[in-house]
């Protein structure tokens, strides 16, 4: 898994290329614990190169969700592939995220 960041108007832009799966979650999970102890709380993952999520990637971006939330922070997500939209929509995701279809247009609505 590739991890990219940029920062854009006090709005992080998490770009993710390849699987999360169990073996690459933690890495994500590190990224966005990083992220949030250096005070950045509002997040876009782009989605764009993600052509599989397992349940450990859903349950890094849930958790990461829940901390931004309770820091007035808000996690959003731009850009996702069919498969990785349906895996959103089985686990009842899509009710819990702002989810867009470019990440301009994910960062305009902070």
Do not use: H, W
């Not at 933690?26 to 250096?38: A, P, T, W």
């Not at 939330?69 to 592939?81: A, E, I, P, T, V």
Request: glycine content about 6%; aromatic content about 8%; proline content about 1%.
């Amino acid at each position: 898994m590739n991890i990219t960041e940029e920062s854009v108007n006090e709005v992080e832009i998490i770009c993710l290329k390849g699987r999360l799966d169990a073996y690459n979650s933690n890495l994500l999970e590190n990224k966005f614990n990083e992220l949030i102890d250096s005070g950045k709380l509002n997040m876009v993952v782009d989605l764009a190169g993600v052509d599989y999520i397992s349940s450990s990637g859903l349950r890094v971006m849930l958790s990461s969700l829940k901390k931004l939330n309770k820091l007035g922070g808000n996690l959003k997500l731009s850009s996702l592939q069919p498969y990785v939209q349906e895996v959103f929509e089985i686990a009842g995701f899509t009710q819990l995220f702002a989810i867009y279809a470019k990440k301009e247009e994910a960062m305009a609505s902070f």
